[in-house]
């Protein structure tokens, strides 16, 4: 754990070397223990630092091998993760169509899942491609829909009750 915050501090200062390195050295660690899902999860940070670095070929390597694992878990968060990181990859990248794919995948896994905050990042991410693609009324209704979703959800958690503590 401190070590992959390690490597997402590296990445912050642009230590990109560092970075991989840190994450490189977590995979490995997840291997060596057996623990698939931060396997996953540390290839899809490898992923990041690839996109950082305008690595595109690299990132995708990584999201794709981060997602096969997820689906080899049969975990659906992972999954939409997963896809989540290869649609932004292929944004970083101008292609919208095939983002859009993605982030529909993540959309559909999330809908199934009923993830709300899941949810709300593929309409963020399908917005912004439509909107890269200059389809300015479909990504008009993509953010409306993320909207509407944090609208409801801010409103779940206004009406969830307060605790006090004994001093309050």
Do not use: W
């Not at 997820?70 to 990859?89: F, I, M, P, T, V």
């Not at 491609?129 to 389809?135: F, G, K, V």
Request: aromatic letters at 8%.
């Amino acid at each position: 754990m401190a070590l992959s915050s390690l490597g997402h501090v590296y990445t912050a200062i642009g230590d990109y070397p560092n970075a991989l390195a840190s994450h490189k050295q977590c995979v490995l660690l997840a291997k060596q223990s057996k623990d698939q899902l931060s396997e996953a999860r540390e290839l899809g940070n490898m992923g990041a630092v690839y996109i950082a670095m305008g690595d595109f070929e690299n990132a995708v390597q990584c999201h794709e091998q981060h997602l096969g694992i997820a689906k080899a878990l049969e975990n659906k968060r992972e999954e939409a993760r997963a896809y989540s990181n290869l649609g932004s990859a292929y944004h970083y990248h101008r292609n919208f169509d095939k983002a859009m794919s993605y982030h529909t995948h993540v959309l559909e896994l999330a809908q199934e899942l009923e993830e709300k905050s899941i949810e709300m990042r593929a309409y963020a991410g399908l917005g912004h491609a439509a909107r890269c693609m200059q389809d300015l009324e479909r990504a008009k209704q993509y953010h409306e829909q993320q909207l509407s979703i944090a609208e409801g959800v801010r409103i779940t958690y206004a009406s969830q009750p307060t605790f006090q503590t004994a001093a309050g």
